[in-house]
């Protein structure tokens, strides 16, 4: 086994010791922001963005000093102090410093920090723009406490921190219904992945005493196979649910209902990948279990296709990045599921995602800034005049997105789907050509994204919003574009200054292995390569045919027909084999999975939250409010105590 | 011909808080007597805390200088730490329920009734809800509530018990009418109350009794010693252990014994429900630990399955319950019943990791509760307090710094880490599953998960909702009710943060047989 | 005569103060059922220091009256307060506090 089970762990000093003021900021930021009341209005924003900064800053100082550090003095541990210390319950409270670690910090708090400066202007109108820099810090804090702790527990503590800021900022238009109802929702699906989470902690507590990751991921060995298999599946559960993995992503795209800023930086860049890390962060113990592997790589492989298709049927821009993030986080679930040979080509993909992903919320946070808050991109059409500086960053995380060759995209997509070709046997055919077709896939719905909101007509000066305004797109200020063009920026170059010259990949191996590349490949490497990139081309020009050329998508969404359905009879009318062979069998697929997305899984957790309700409220009625009905149940809970003491005495 | 009586020895410095308790409850009604009207309250206050302090001392110089797990009048009364624990969680928490009970600036006047004797509705009523004065007995009653706490939880046979049930239920009976607003609910909470906590002592009286005849004796080590080797029939022994643990479980308020709970929570004055919920859940959980373990702990392949089904009713019947409950004492009064089955899997565990986790459980959830029923004495409209909670929607508006430690002891309560909860949460499961009741433990996270989902919904209202136009005011707190919110948060916090150090205290001994 | 007859006497009293509890609703009556369970449970006690060969169940009786008598005067103060208030003494009346 490649993996560090010989890894050496030091005490942090020198400069290393400072690394707590990573989360003491941001928590310094967040309980001056949250206590300090109205007083803390006029300058409170600025606090929060410097606390951030600030991170940033120190995060940087830390990777240099690391990168400075020879590859096997690279894991450091900073005590803090002693959690809980009685006996043989040991909790340390301290920080794991090592290349895995640092690249998150150097992620969390440097797209933070530019989606904080964004937000400055982007709520530049709200009343209570202080308390949403407070949680956004809030965010931060708990967000850095699960990425930096080293232990299950401190692990834990940022999962639910996150969560709570999470369902907070979800629900930041209070005023609106549906922001109830999905701050609900993704608390309720959420809560499913962290009991899941709990029982692994639990379970890893039983078996080895511990869940120091030093001593855990030492002793991993003495568990048993089926114990290993247990423990990583329930590892797994919680990481669906951070992640918006099937069975548990419905939440992910209704969490679209909180502010923009929000959406890049907690539901696509950083909080949402959490699972991605839980699952690289245990790579000890999947390594031990080759089931839990595969299901991870099958969880991944179908969320992927899944984000997929589903986004190629909504209106909404940000529900369609909504469902390319879950996509997103599937190639990532399938990189880490390959095990040795795909742990840090997950982390790679996750590091550029998080990048042009942001850029493209923040783009469509821009969009909806200059259209009254407008997010139907039937009414959107021909803005690339209107929002220039918008338009070349969105693009750029566009093309980055769909893998155009040399950007962000192309080398660390291209990566997974390569070592997954390389998984062996059916493995390889299935993931492989599953990450290959989702690349087509995804280059078509976006580039649907593109045309409907970019090019073509401006359908919105027929227009009103909702709130009976005309539309009057505009570019956005400075303090909103600047932080765009820097993602941008990102997103051009990242890709490939990760993966050129193995950078990244040396860089973690201290924490997750040496990566394996397989032996033999089915078919070539650079076939792969090419075949992606046509797959990608294929879907941009079927989706040019569609919405390219047809100058006049109905702004209305057509009743009973999913708009991919309209399209599709119209331009592929008169080929009724085509139709027949190709388009139809897309639509039901497609069909089916949105009504698996909506009322499969959603309806089991909304039903399994409606039986609860709906047993509390028929119990409820016992509660008679007679005190001789209540000394019945009482007298009947004896009886029945009494009964089964005497039967098991005497059975 | 009669043989003089030996007397048993009676370590006096080993007793003392107990005593200096009762005292301090004797003397306060001499007081009642002496003392004019207008410096009762202040005289009683005075005395009501000043006793808790000082028994407090001498616990604590009993501590440094006493022996270590004794037993005292007879082997009646334990001094083993766990009992000793146990005082001192019951000493600190008293003094957070007197804190509540003495606030005379939140409800004019005090939350208690001037003269509880004067029918509610009339004209006198009226005038005597607008008089500045409570009734000041109720501190000695308090006080002798307390003290049989403390010898309820550290008695040693099953007589002393009963009769420190009695002496800590009685008073509860009395104070729980005396609601100075809303008395009908308060009266009624009160018949409630004394009814059905007579009927369940009535059924702990009948256990004791049979495992008398089973045993010939009511010392606990007595019982189990009996159990351990005879041919004596074994349906007494049971069916004494279900009668007396059904009077236990009713105290605990463990499902399906809690019916009671919500009715009282609700009615009696808020102060008082402070103390019930976080002191009497302290005494009743002691003597179930005690009487588990002491008592029955040889037999406990018998009936420890049983035992689990009754934790896991409990822990799911609070959680599902409380997500329906439209008053906020109901919802705290549900989450206590879940609580109740949390402890159970510690208790369960039936090892030193169990006591040491049950404990721990216990103060760090009677601090919560007492801050918890503090900031709800606060919310109030016109007819005193404002306990529905469409009406603390929109809390977080007007009243940030309210809202936010009700956040915090809301979280503490769903377990959430760097709080108190998370922390007993943990050890508790943790104990649980090291002793092998691993299903328990599952459904008991699963469980927290449901009951997390109301207390969610709580911060949800009150963060992310427009506060009603009529909504209730938040009453300034007065010096006292400040002192207990304050002490019940930090406390949460610093055991959320900290914990060590009670985890040592509360694990360095065992019970003494 | 054998002591075993006055444990069955016990228990039949003991049941019948139960299902008076669940059936009556005066609330005086109720309470007075209650009274009769702890009588009965006093009768246990005295019959098995005989069967045993103590005096501990006899002296333990003592403690149970006293206790008693401590728990009616609480209880019938708490009663007739309610009496006062709701000009009725039935348990099913007091029915504000449910669900």
């Known amino acids: 086994m490649s993996i560090a089970a010989s890894e050496t762990v030091q005490q942090a000093s020198g400069t290393m010791s400072l690394a707590w003021l990573l989360f003491a900021l941001p928590a310094f930021g967040a309980l001056v922001l949250l206590l300090g009341g109205r007083r803390t209005n006029s300058w409170g924003h600025i606090l929060g963005v410097l606390t951030v900064v600030a991170a940033f800053a120190v995060g940087l100082v830390l990777f240099f000093t690391s990168l400075g550090a020879p590859p096997d003095q690279r894991t450091l541990n900073l005590h803090l102090f002693d959690w809980i210390d009685v006996g043989s319950l040991q909790v340390e409270f301290g920080m794991r410093l090592d290349p895995l670690s640092m690249v998150f910090v150097l992620l969390i708090t440097g797209v933070g920090a530019l989606i904080h400066i964004y937000s ?10 202080r308390r949403f820099f407070g949680y956004l810090n809030l965010f931060v804090f708990s967000m850095l406490i699960l990425v930096l702790g080293n232990s299950f527990i401190t692990l834990y503590l940022g999962w639910e921190g996150v969560g709570l800021a999470s369902y907070l900022l979800i629900g930041w238009y209070s005023d609106r219904r549906s922001a109830a109802t999905a701050s609900k929702k993704a608390f309720l699906m959420n809560r499913v992945g962290d009991v899941g989470l709990a029982i692994a902690i639990f379970l890893l507590w039983a078996n080895l005493g511990s869940t120091q990751y030093t001593e855990v991921f030492a002793r991993a060995g003495q568990l048993s196979p089926g114990t290993a298999t247990a423990i990583a599946l329930l590892l797994l559960l919680g990481a669906c649910g951070k992640s918006g993995q099937f069975p548990l992503q419905a939440w992910l795209p209704d969490a679209m209902e909180g502010p923009t800023p929000v959406s890049a930086l907690i539901h696509a860049a950083t909080m949402v990948t959490a699972g991605v890390y839980l699952v690289a962060r245990s790579n000890p113990i999947f390594d031990l279990t080759e089931t839990g592997r595969l299901v991870v790589t099958l969880i991944g492989a ?36 390959l095990g040795p040979f795909g742990y840090a080509l997950g982390i790679i993909h996750l590091l550029a ?17 200059a259209m009254n808050d407008e997010v139907d991109m039937r009414k959107f059409g021909g803005l690339w005049r209107k929002l220039p500086i918008t338009f070349v960053t969105f693009g750029l995380g566009y093309l980055a997105l769909i893998g155009f060759p040399f950007l962000s995209g192309y080398y660390t997509k291209d990566a997974i789907i390569e070592a997954a070709f390389g998984a062996g046997g059916w493995r390889g055919w299935v993931f492989g050509l599953a990450g290959a077709i989702g690349a087509a896939l995804t280059a078509f719905y976006m580039t649907r994204l593109m045309l409907m909101t970019f090019f073509g007509k401006s359908r919105w000066k027929e227009l009103r919003s909702a709130d009976d305004r005309e539309f009057h797109p505009h570019e956005a200020k400075p303090v909103m574009w600047v932080p765009m063009v820097l993602l941008a920026i990102g997103s051009l170059g990242a890709g490939a200054f990760f993966v050129l010259g193995d950078r990244v990949v040396n860089y973690l191996s201290p924490t997750l292995g040496r990566l394996s590349t397989a032996e033999s490949h089915p078919i070539p490497e650079l076939l792969i390569t090419i075949g992606t990139l ?84 028929r119990l409820r009625r016992l509660q008679t409010g007679f005190v001789r009905s209540y000394a019945l149940s009482m007298l009947a809970g004896g009886v029945i105590l009494i009964g089964a003491l005497l039967m098991v005495r005497y059975a | 011909m009669t043989t003089p009586a030996s007397l048993p020895d009676i370590d006096y410095a080993g007793v003392a808080p107990v005593l200096i308790i009762l005292g301090a409850a004797c003397i306060g009604v001499l007081l009642e007597a002496f003392v004019p009207r207008s410096q009762r309250w202040a005289v009683q206050v005075v005395l009501s805390l000043l006793a808790i302090v000082v028994a407090a001392i001498a616990l604590g110089a009993y501590l440094y200088t006493g022996p270590q797990n004794t037993s005292t009048f007879a082997g009646s009364i334990a001094l083993d730490r766990p009992a000793l624990f146990l005082w001192g969680t019951l000493l600190a928490l008293g003094l957070g329920s007197i804190l509540l009970i003495a606030d005379r600036v939140v409800e004019p006047g005090g939350a208690f009734v001037a003269q509880a004797g004067i029918r509610p509705g009339t004209m006198l009523d009226k005038e005597q809800a607008n008089r500045s004065s409570m009734q000041t007995e109720v501190f000695p009653l308090a006080l002798f509530s307390l003290a049989g706490m403390m010898i309820f939880c550290s008695a040693n046979d099953l007589l002393s018990m009963f009769v420190a049930l009695e002496v800590l239920s009685l008073p509860l009976y009395l104070m729980c009418g005396l609601a100075r607003r809303r008395r009908l609910l308060s009266q009624e909470a009160a018949v409630k109350y004394f009814l059905l906590g007579a009927f369940a002592s009535a059924f702990f009286l009948y256990g004791v009794a049979l495992l008398y005849g089973y045993a010939n004796s009511v010392k606990l080590a007595d019982i189990a010693n009996a159990a351990g080797g005879t041919n004596r029939s074994d349906a007494l022994l049971f069916l004494g252990m279900g009668l007396l643990l059904i009077g236990l479980l009713f105290k605990g308020s463990v499902g399906p014994f809690h019916t009671w709970t919500p009715d009282v929570y609700q009615g009696a004055p808020t102060p008082m429900t402070a103390f019930m919920g976080a002191c009497t859940k302290v005494a009743a959980f002691g003597a179930i630990l005690r009487v588990l373990m002491v008592a029955f702990g040889s037999t406990h392949w018998e009936w420890q399955t049983i035992m689990w089904v009754v934790a896991g009713i409990s822990m799911l019947l609070g959680a599902i319950l409380g997500i329906t409950q439209t008053d906020v004492k109901r919802m705290i009064a549900y989450s206590s019943v879940a609580h109740a089955g949390f402890l159970l899997v510690g208790v369960l565990a039936l090892d030193g990791s169990g006591i040491r986790a049950t404990l721990f459980y216990l103060i760090s959830y009677g601090f919560t509760t007492i801050a918890a029923f503090g900031v709800v004495s606060l919310v109030r409209d016109g007819t005193g307090e404002s306990t529905s909670l469409s009406s603390w929607a929109g809390l977080g508006k007007r009243s940030p710094l309210l809202a936010g430690i009700f956040t915090f002891l809301l979280l503490a309560l769903a377990g959430i880490p760097l709080t108190s909860g ?42 992310f909702s427009e506060p009603a136009a009529d909504g209730p005011t938040v009453t300034l707190p007065g010096m006292y009710t400040t002192a207990a919110i304050t002490l019940g948060t930090l406390v949460t916090l610093l055991l959320g943060v900290y914990p060590s150090f009670m985890l040592d205290w509360a694990g360095t001994g065992g019970f003494v047989v | 005569m054998t ?7 016990s228990g039949v009293l003991f049941t019948i103060g139960t299902i008076g509890v669940l059936v009556r609703r005066n609330a005086i ?23 045993n060969g103590g005096l501990d169940g006899q002296i333990m009786a003592f403690f149970v009256m ?24 039935s348990v099913d009346d007091s029915n504000l506090l449910k669900y």
């Open chain 1, 534 to 617: 046509v797959l990608a081309a294929i879907g941009v020009l079927v989706a040019w045919l569609i919405f390219g050329r047809a100058k006049d998508i109905p702004a209305q969404r057509p009743e009973n027909v999913s708009g991919i359905v309209r399209a599709a009879r119209k331009d592929l009318y008169g080929n009724a084999l085509n139709e027949a062979l190709i388009a139809r069998p897309g639509i039901w697929l497609d069909r089916f999975l949105v009504w698996l997305d909506n009322k499969g899984v959603d309806g089991l957790v909304n039903g399994t939250a409606a039986l609860f309700g709906g047993s509390s409220g």
């Open chain 3, 3 to 9: 002591p075993t007859y006055y444990l069955v006497l």
């Open chain 1, 302 to 337: 179908f969320t992927l296709l899944l984000g997929c298709i589903v986004g190629c049927a909504y209106d909404d821009i940000k529900k369609v990045l909504a469902y390319s993030t879950v996509s997103q986080i599937g190639y990532m679930m399938l990189g880490v599921g």
């Open chain 3, 66 to 89: 006293v206790v008693a008598a401590a728990e009616v005067v609480v209880g019938l103060a708490i009663i007739t307060s309610i009496f006062r208030t709701r000009r009725s003494a």
């Open chain 1, 353 to 369: 995602h998080g990048f042009f992903k942001a850029g493209l919320f923040l783009g469509a946070g821009s969009i909806m800034h």
């Open chain 1, 120 to 129: 400055i202007g982007y709520m530049d109108d709200d009343r209570d723009r």
């Open chain 2, 422 to 463: 998370f922390v007993s949460k943990f050890v508790v499961f943790a104990a649980g599953m090291s002793a092998g009741i691993t299903p328990l433990v599952v459904l008991g996270l699963i469980a927290s998960t449901i009951a997390a989902f109301f207390y969610l919904r709580v911060i949800v209202l009150m963060y």
């Open chain 3, 29 to 51: 009556v109720v309470f007075m059922c209650i009274e009769l369970m702890l009588n009965a449970v006093n009768l246990t006690l005295v019959t098995f220091s005989r069967i």
